[in-house]
């Protein structure tokens, strides 16, 4: 069922998401779901996109570490000056502008895994 695959997974909204969540829910593993995943090699997927929405829309990302094994143990978005600590095994959520067309990107504490929502227009 491609509904339940992770990687495709654009986010339209938190509705969608928990929607989804849902349908998976008989196949669920012990990780929580949700867009990006810290994991020992850092982030999964490490690009995913969203569609421009015109001025003052924003959209939610979300994170979640599922492993001690790992450095991104928060994510940082540098352009946008947010930190969001990563506490293993909860979701958190990112509010991001995707008022117009650009890459924000996204890495661990220290730089070292790094990823990309990227934000285009239709
Ligand atoms: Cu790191």
Same mark, same amino acid.
């Given at each position: 069922m491609t509904a339940c695959h992770r990687d495709r997974l654009v986010l339209a909204s938190l509705a969608s998401l928990a929607l989804l969540a849902s349908a998976c829910g008989k196949k669920a #593993?012990?990780?929580?779901l949700a867009d990006v995943t810290a994991g020992e090699h850092g982030f999964t997927p490490t690009s995913l996109k969203l569609p421009a929405g015109g001025p003052g829309t924003h959209?939610?990302?979300?994170?979640?570490?599922?492993t001690d094994q790992?450095?991104?143990?928060?994510?940082?978005?540098?352009?946008?000056?947010?930190?969001?600590?990563?506490?293993?095994?909860?979701?958190?959520?990112?509010?991001?502008?995707?008022?117009?067309?650009?890459?924000?990107t996204f890495q661990c504490g220290m730089g070292m895994y790094k990823g990309a929502v990227?934000? #285009?227009?239709k």
């Open positions: #593993s012990a990780a929580p959209q939610t990302v979300s994170f979640v570490r599922v790992t450095c991104a143990t928060e994510v940082v978005f540098p352009d946008l000056k947010i930190e969001q600590k990563l506490p293993l095994n909860q979701v958190v959520n990112v509010d991001l502008p995707t008022d117009t067309a650009k890459t924000l990227v934000v #285009s227009a």
